[in-house]
């Protein structure tokens, strides 16, 4: 829900409301239900508002309360607005709208920075205190909803997006080496607080800034999930943590049912989505929309799931819709996801996700969606050799069998003058390892995927690709109850039947087995994957532009080689090597960068 915006000076200055007006504007998919900018002496605040709750223009952004002195801007949902509001009440506080976004302002007026801990929910803000110049920003605990920022001569703006703050001006814009080894590294995650621009950082999640009239700051990390085990759940057996899961899981649906408007769920066929739509229809939730994509083979490999998608929606009554992308789609919507994205993400479903969305934005304006299960219940092939890894082995096992490529391989990508004398991917990830309260292996690789890998690659792609079409998406298996459950659960549990194993007995009974027991699967674009045609021309115009010629990014001679041969050269995770660098230098381009 939303895009939000804004600048605090430290410089004596007004803060510019032109400036904010411009990064507010660039946000307007994200909020297509109105907008406005408030400004008062040294901060200016944006918004865009997509109508959720309170579809009154008493829910209208930026929010001023006089009386408390205070003004906010806020992206997201608290899903338990209600009884925080009730609390509140009870505390003298008066509401003249029935927001969640007052409740936010209401709750920072009472507890302080402290208020996120009274959140459930996912949500990014900015508080403006008008006595004291303060400026308050903070970020859910997973991360869910982003929050950019720019630093400059005298000030601070923040923004929904990375391109919005572009739009802003006076923004560095010269590629981040460290953030580029990560990109290269992590299938194009770049771990906060970096991004690939030097000049644009995010905030962490679980992260209050404050930030003072004098440009002073400081930061508390508000929550950390426990990867080990917990005495409450000591002696706990299979079947109780079956119960206990299930038990978590329904209520974090329930919770992300929350709206004045219609919730419909994006169903890929996979176990993640179809609980989440039969847990919605054992609260009773009829004529639910569910919606799956699918797209035409290519290369060999299949392009849709609607076997086992239709099979769900004919199980539980949906009223679903089978959205297989006409191929002339293709290749424009390539274009447009790379526009969509607020950093580059290199996964072939941002385009399977922008198109979808694009339909679905026709029907619901509220969506859940299966995101994190796999990384909260250790879902993917390579945790089971993680879990037989000593702890000494640990960071090499996982660099092993989770990065794209070793530091070494760098030297054949990329140009001399973006090389690094040291594997600052490495240094990451052996330092989260290093972190007390992971047990075992698993638990620190899962602590990393996440709250880190999670947050910058899925979370990311499914906020970015939505809200590009106002569409706003909420995703059960990140209640951070939930996953604090997930994180105790002994690792035997988890990795049980192939993985996921404790989240496959809570659904069984609960969706037909065959989705439980089927092969894993994800939303493929086999034409992304299998570069030729139209998109090898496209990644070759890319990559062989001026622009790209005179950035010297990657070496000629790998260049060659791949555009040779384009589908030869895959990272350990599968992706396509030359896409990798190619969606970059697209979204390089895109930017005027």
């Avoid at 959720?52 to 205070?70: H, K, T």
């Avoid at 007026?109 to 308050?136: I, P, Q, Y």
């Avoid at 040291?422 to 995927?449: K, Q, V």
Wanted: contains cysteine; hydrophobic residues 40%; aromatic residues 8%.
């Amino acid at each position: 829900m939303c895009g939000i915006a804004g600048e605090i000076r430290f410089d004596g200055r007004s803060a510019d409301p032109g400036a904010v007006a411009r990064i507010t504007d660039a946000m307007h998919r994200r909020g297509p239900d109105g907008t406005g900018v408030h400004s008062a002496g040294p901060i200016a605040l944006g918004h865009r508002r997509l109508k959720i709750i309170d579809l009154s223009e008493r829910g209208s952004q930026p929010m001023v309360d006089p009386a408390l002195g205070l003004a906010v801007v806020f992206n997201g949902c608290i899903y338990n607005y209600k009884e925080l509001r009730s609390e509140l009440e009870a505390a003298g506080y008066r509401f003249f709208s029935d927001s969640d976004t007052e409740t936010v302002l209401k709750a920072y007026a009472h507890w302080g920075a402290a208020c996120v801990e009274h959140f459930l929910g996912m949500f990014a803000f900015g508080v403006a205190e008008r006595d004291t110049g303060t400026l308050v920003l903070g970020r859910d605990r997973l991360g869910i909803k982003p929050l950019y920022l720019a630093e400059g001569p005298g000030r601070l703006r923040f923004a929904s997006s990375l391109p919005a703050l572009l739009a802003g001006g006076e923004v560095d814009t010269s590629i981040d080496p460290v953030a580029l080894h990560h990109y290269m590294t992590f299938h194009s995650v770049v771990p906060a607080p970096r991004t690939i621009l030097s000049g644009i950082r995010k905030l962490p999640p679980a992260t209050v800034r404050t930030i003072k009239a004098d440009g002073t700051s400081s930061d508390h990390v508000y929550w950390t999930p426990v990867h080990s085990r917990r005495s409450e759940f000591a002696g706990m057996g299979a079947a109780e943590w079956k119960d206990r899961t299930l038990d978590a899981l329904r209520l974090a649906v329930r919770r992300r049912m929350v709206a004045d408007v219609p919730v419909g769920v994006l169903l890929s066929g996979g176990l993640d989505s179809s609980l989440i739509v039969a847990l919605l229809a054992e609260e009773g939730q009829t004529g639910l929309k569910t919606f799956s994509v699918g797209f035409h083979a290519a290369g060999g490999e299949k392009g849709d799931e609607f076997e086992y998608s239709d099979l769900v929606a004919k199980e539980f009554s949906t009223d679903h819709e089978q959205i297989l992308v006409d191929p002339a789609r293709m290749l424009p919507a390539v274009d447009d996801a790379i526009t969509a994205m607020a950093e580059p993400m290199v996964s072939h479903d941002c385009v399977a996700f922008y198109l979808l969305s694009e339909q679905v934005a026709k029907s619901v304006t509220v969506v859940q969606s299966g995101q994190g299960a796999d990384e909260v219940f250790a879902g993917y092939d390579w945790y089971p050799p993680l879990a037989r890894t000593p702890r000494s082995k640990a960071v090499e096992t996982y660099a092993g069998v989770f990065t794209d490529r070793p530091h070494s391989d760098m030297a054949d990508i990329l140009e001399k003058e973006w090389l690094l004398d040291h594997d600052p991917s490495r240094a990451f990830i052996a330092e989260h390892f290093a972190a007390e309260g992971a047990d075992e292996t698993l638990d620190a690789a899962l602590r990393l995927d996440s709250t880190v890998m999670l947050v910058d690659d899925p979370v990311k792609r499914v906020d970015n690709m939505t809200m590009a079409w106002g569409l706003e998406a909420r995703v059960p298996f990140l209640d951070h109850e939930l996953v604090e459950l997930a994180a105790a659960c002994p690792p035997e549990f988890k990795l049980a039947h192939g993985g996921k194993g404790v989240l496959k007995e809570a659904a069984r009974g609960v969706v037909p087995d065959g989705v439980i027991d089927r092969p894993k699967g994800y939303f493929p674009v086999p034409a992304i994957r299998h570069l030729e045609g139209p998109f090898l021309e496209r990644v070759r115009d890319a990559v062989t532009d001026p622009v790209a010629k005179a950035r010297g990014l990657v070496r000629s001679e790998w260049l060659d080689r791949m555009l040779a041969d384009p589908n030869a050269q895959r990272t350990n995770l599968g992706s396509n090597a030359l896409w990798q660098v190619a969606l970059l230098e697209m979204w390089l381009q895109e930017r005027g960068i």
